[in-house]
């Protein structure tokens, strides 16, 4: 219930605030486990991809935010949870897998941090590990763009990816993560 509020509300002021265009949706699952891989390059990613996402969306954010008690709460309330950066987070992990079990939309920025000059990254095992040890449907998600007042905002939800051929060679989780990295950097390179 707080979660569809909030969606509704930071709609609301995005919408106002920038002309956001989103392109895709349909390339979402309505059911079953989804993964959204994204670029990173703003703190506004998150609740941008929440918004224009079909789905409800569980995204792990930095454990530093959990901190204080009311944050802690509405995070938990938005479907947010803690992931400690720089280190493999064995809790967060299972949390992610758990939520992916249950059929819901995991939320991931493979980079890991924001970049500073819009150009994408190397993305972090992670993404690759919950793509390999799921039967989640891995979406590639570009966002273009800059959130100054009144700019225009596109998000490009791309097809799932197939993985088949790469699984066959039995993949370490950088190895799939590159995969989807470079499916996000098509996106880019496709709709700027």
Request: proline share 6%; aromatic share 8%; net charge positive.
């Amino acid at each position: 219930m707080i979660y569809k509020f909030a969606k509704n509300v930071v709609s609301l002021i995005f919408h106002i605030l920038f002309r956001i265009k989103v392109e895709g949706k349909e390339n979402v699952p309505k059911k079953g486990p989804v993964i959204i891989c994204s670029n990173h390059i703003s703190n506004f990613d998150p609740p941008l991809v929440g918004i224009t996402s079909p789905r409800d969306i569980h995204f792990m954010a930095k454990e530093e935010l959990f901190e204080k008690g009311w944050l802690k709460t509405l995070l938990s309330h938005l479907n947010a949870f803690p992931v400690k950066r720089g280190m493999r987070d064995r809790n967060a992990l299972r949390n992610g897998l758990k939520r992916l079990e249950e059929g819901h939309t995991l939320g991931l920025f493979p980079e890991g941090t924001r970049s500073k000059n819009g150009e994408v990254k190397k993305g972090l095992a992670g993404a690759g590990f919950f793509a390999m040890r799921s039967n989640a449907t891995v979406i590639p998600c570009a966002i273009i763009g800059t959130y100054e007042k009144f700019s225009k905002l596109k998000v490009v939800y791309g097809p799932p990816i197939q993985f088949d051929s790469l699984k066959k060679e039995k993949p370490s989780a950088q190895e799939v993560t590159d995969e989807i990295m470079d499916h996000i950097k098509r996106l880019l390179d496709e709709n700027r």
